[in-house]
């Protein structure tokens, strides 16, 4: 089933300007994952949160998790226009190395 | 470093057609998985491979069958396209053991049946 929800589905900024895109799940999780996609590719792999961390950071990617609320949220600060791509948060579950994916985000960035 | 390789890029199917789509990876992962990607949707995972020998359904298997040929390569299978098919399908790959491994995606395959 389809745990991860994004939320806004799409945004539109100016190139340094800061991104903030949230994700909820509905169980329990053993680490929320975020990826980014880029127009005609892949899937590429961003940033892994562990369930019992509140707040990663990884360059100009911030992310936070909270169990309490079944939340997460990417932050991509000074954006640039290369940051132009859908981002998909992922849940997993314990006991397993499945994914849930959520609908994506898709974000542009004016020059 | 190749990652993740899908083969072909693009098809285009009659109903009723047969296909199978290949996955190869060179990153020596246990498991390996098939999702489809439609329009609004997300990923949906219709079968993965948690290790060599071993195979399992996902959300969407229906009108799907897979093979785990070796390690390397996963293969997904349409025995009779439908116009419901019609999706970009990526395969990915992880490693199966510690419970932190992210998956590496292939570029798609888009295929579109008539």
């Known amino acids: 089933s389809q745990q991860g929800e994004e939320d806004p589905q799409a945004l539109s900024i100016q190139e340094g300007e800061n991104a903030t895109m949230n994700c909820s799940y509905k169980t329990s999780i053993n680490n929320l994952q975020w990826y980014r996609q880029n127009s005609g590719r892949g899937l590429v792999h961003l940033i892994l949160?562990?369930?019992?961390?509140r707040e990663k950071h990884s360059g100009r990617l911030r992310v936070t998790l909270d169990t309490s609320k079944k939340s997460s949220s990417l932050l991509i600060t000074a954006s640039r226009a290369a940051d132009t791509a859908s981002y998909f948060c992922a849940a997993r579950d314990y006991g397993n190395n499945r994914l849930a994916f959520g609908k994506g985000n898709q974000v542009v960035v004016i020059p | 470093n190749a990652g993740v390789t899908q083969t072909p890029k693009f098809q285009v199917l009659k109903t009723g057609q047969s296909m199978t789509l290949q996955c190869a990876q060179d990153m020596n992962h246990n498991s390996m998985y098939w999702y489809r990607q439609d329009p609004g949707m997300g990923l949906r995972l219709i079968y993965y491979?948690?290790?060599?020998?071993?195979?399992d359904k996902g959300e969407v298997p229906n009108g799907y069958n897979v093979s785990r040929l070796n390690k390397r390569e996963f293969s997904l299978r349409l025995e009779s396209a439908a116009p419901s098919q019609t999706s970009v399908y990526f395969c990915a790959s992880s490693e199966l053991t510690g419970d932190y491994q992210p998956q590496h995606f292939g570029d798609g395959t888009r295929l579109s049946i008539l």
């Open positions: 491979s948690a290790s060599e020998g071993t195979t």
């Open positions: 949160i562990r369930s019992n961390e």
